[in-house]
C-alpha cells in the first residue's frame, strides 16, 4: 500500500483530495491529510476508509519527520517558501513530493541530491504553473515533431467568473488571491515581438491590451505579465520572434482598472495619513487635482476617461465616490481598494468561477504559415469544486498517480515540460473534462 | 588657534574652504583639508599659511582618530552616510561637527551622549536643507510674532543654469549629481493643500506643475517633492493647512522630462537586454508601440503631445531618435539616459550655474489675508565658485564661524532653524551677496 502525505487542506486542496481518495480505493493507497485545523481535514477527508485525517503545525519538526518518514511521496499545499523546507527532508527520506508553485533558487539547488536519493521534486503541477506547460509543450513538440518553424507564441491565462455568475459591470469577482489581484503587474513587464524587446511601464500596462477571442465563450482582454522571456529557455524555444505571455479578463475591466492604476490607488508603497477617518470619496478625493467641478468630472480629465460611459459606470458600481468609512487605519492606498473589491467582488451562494487558457502558435511550413489557436475552458462544479481547486488540484493528483504507479521514473527536480509527464497528464485531464480544443489554419 | 578638520575636498568644497580660509586669517584658525587626493586638497588649500593639505582615507582609522583628536570642530563633506560614523568619534573626542546632510536616525540616536559631551552636531548647514531652513524659519518668526496666522507655505528650489549659459532647448544642464536628476521624484509625492492630503504618483509628478514667477528672473516650473509634511514638525507648523516643498525647473522642462517617465525610460528596476548593441532609436522603440506609422508620431501620440511643437524639438535636440549607439551593456534604462543626458546636458567652459529658491507665505492678520514671498537667486562665479559650491558651502563655513567664535552655544543635534543660528547665518550670507528679496502685499 503507497502512502500519499498531504501537507495543507486548505480551500484549493478539495479537488485534489478528492481524486487521490477515488484514486486510492482502486490503487490501494492511504491518504494522510494534515492541516492545523482538523475541521478543515474531516471536512476534506469526509471519514473516507482509505483516509488519515490528522492535525500537524509543520513548526513541530518532530513531528513533521515523523509524518513524512511514514509515507511515500508529500504533496505541499503549503505557502511556496515553505516548500524547500519539506523538500529537504524528503530528500533525506527518500520521498517523493509534489507541489503547485514555482522551482525556487532553494528548489532548483536540491536536483542533484534528489537524483542521487532517487526521488523526484515534482513541481509546477498545477494550472499555471503546471497545466499550461503541459499543453504548450505537447503543441510546441507537435509543430516542431512536423517540420513547423515557430513564429509565435502568445499565452493567456485567467481566473474568471462563469456567465451565469456575472452580475457586475467589471465581469469580475475574487476567485483567488484578492491582494495578488490588487498588485498585479507592478514593475514593468517584458516581452518579445517580431525580434524585438517590448517593456511596458506599469502605468501603461492596462491600456496597452490584447483582444482575444475563445470559439463559443467570446471576447476577453489580455494585459502582458511581468515576465515573458524566461519561458524560452522552459520551452525550449529560445530563437522565436514573439513571445509573450498574458492575463486574461471580461472586456473593459482594463480600463476599468486603469483608472485606479493612473491615480495611485494600487500603491502599496505608503500609507493614507488617517486613512481611518476618511470617507471613500474623500480617499479618492487625494488622488485628484483640485478645482471647482464634481469630483466625478476632475477625475474622468484627469485620468482621460469620458465623464459618463461603461467605466463610469463600473466606478459608480463599486461606490468609490459614496460618503461610506473606509474604516482601515494608516493604509496604503492598495489595501484600501482591496479591503472595498473584497465587499463588491465577493462570490455569493452559488456563484460558479472559471478558468480559461489560451495559446495562440503561428508557425511556418514548407513556406507556409499557419496557426493553432488551443483553447481551455474549465467551469466550476460548486463552491467546493471551483474551476480553480479542480485546475490546480487535479494536475497535481495526477501526477501523484503518476508517480506512485511507476508512470513517470524522472528523479531530481521535474517541470511537466517533458512527454513522460505531459502526455498521460494530458490524456488523464481529458477524461476528467478538463480538455483543451484545438483550431487550426 | 582653533582647528578645523575638513574632510573631503571634492568640487562642493571650493567656497567652503576658500570662507574657512578667509576667516583663518582674522581669528586665527588653522584649517586641516583632508583627502584621499593630495592634488585635490593642494588645489583646494593654495598653500595658505593657515591651512594644512594631508591625504587622508578615512577607512584609515587610526589616523582619521588621529587627525580628529588634533581638531576642535570636523567638517564632512564625506557622503552622507559616512556621517554617523565620525560623529561617534567627534562625540568620544569632544569635537563638534558639521555637516550640510539630512539628520540621519543614527545622527539623531546621538543627541543626549554630544550634549553630555558639551559639543554640537551641526547638520543640515547646507543650500536644500540648510538656507532653506533658515529663511523660512525667519520668515515664519516674522509672521508669528507680529500676530498672523499661516495659510499657507509653498518652497521652491532648483540648480539650473543662469540664463547667459541656457543654450538648449531644456534650459537645463547638469550642475548637480546626475542621478539623483534622472531619478527625482520616484515613488509619491505627498503634501497638503487646504487642509487635505495630496498623492501624486510619479507617472503624473510632471504634468501636475505650479508656474512660480520670481520678480526680475521670469516664471519657473515647479514639481512636488515626495516629502513635503516632515516639514510641519520640523518648522513648528503643524496645524498649517496649506505645504508644498517643490523642484524648480524651467518652463518646458518638465512636459519634455513627463515623455521620459511615461515612456519607462526613467525605470532603475530592470535591464534592458542586449543594450550594448542597440542603437538610441531602437532603445525608445522598445518602449513605443509597434505600428506603420514613423516613431515619432506614435511616441506623440502615446504619451500625448502634439507631433510637432516645443517638447518634440526637445527631444530631437537630445538625438534620441538617432542611430548612435547606446554603448552600455545590460544597463538600466535611467542609466542609459543618464549617459546620453551627461553628454548633452554638459557644462561648457564659462558656464555660469544659477540657484533660485523661493518662499511663498499666505498668512491672515488681523481678519485680513496677507502675502509674503521671499526669493533668492545665486549665479555662479566661475566654474569652480559655482552657486552650488557658494551656497552648499558658505553657510557650512558661517556655521563653522560661529561655533567657533562662540556665537553659537547650542550643544547636540542641531539644525539651522532656531534664531541663535539662522540670524547670524543669513547676516552673513547677505554681506556675501547670498539675499533673499521679499515682496508682502
Redo the contacts between chains.
Sequence with gaps: MKKVLVLGAGRSASSLIQYLLDAATKHDYEITVADTSLELVKQKTQNHPKSRAIVLDIANEAETHSEISKADLVISMLPAFLHPKIAIQCVAMKKSMVTASYVSGEMKALDAEAKKAGIILMNESGLDPGIDHASAMKAIHHIKESGGKLLSFKSYTGGLIAPESNDNPWGYKFTWNPRNVVLAGQ??A?YI??G??????Y??LFS?IDKVNVEGHGDYEGYANRDS?SYRAIYGIEDIPTLLRGTLRMPDYCAGWNVFV???LT?D??R???SEKMTFR?FV???V??GKDDIKKRLAG?VGIPEKGKVMDMLNWLDIFNDTHVKLKDAT?AQILQALLEEKWKLKEGDIDLIVMQHQFEYEISGKKRSLFSSLVVKGDDAIHTAMAKTVGLPMGIVTKLILNGKINLKGVCIPTVKEIYLPLLEELERLGIKFREKES
Design positions: 514593475g514593468t517584458c515581438e517580431n524585438k524587446y517590448v517593456y511596458i511601464p502605468h501603461k496597452r522571456l493612473q491615480l495611485g500603491d508603497t505608503h493614507i495619513a488617517d474623500q478625493e487625494s488622488f487635482p483640485a484627469y492606498p
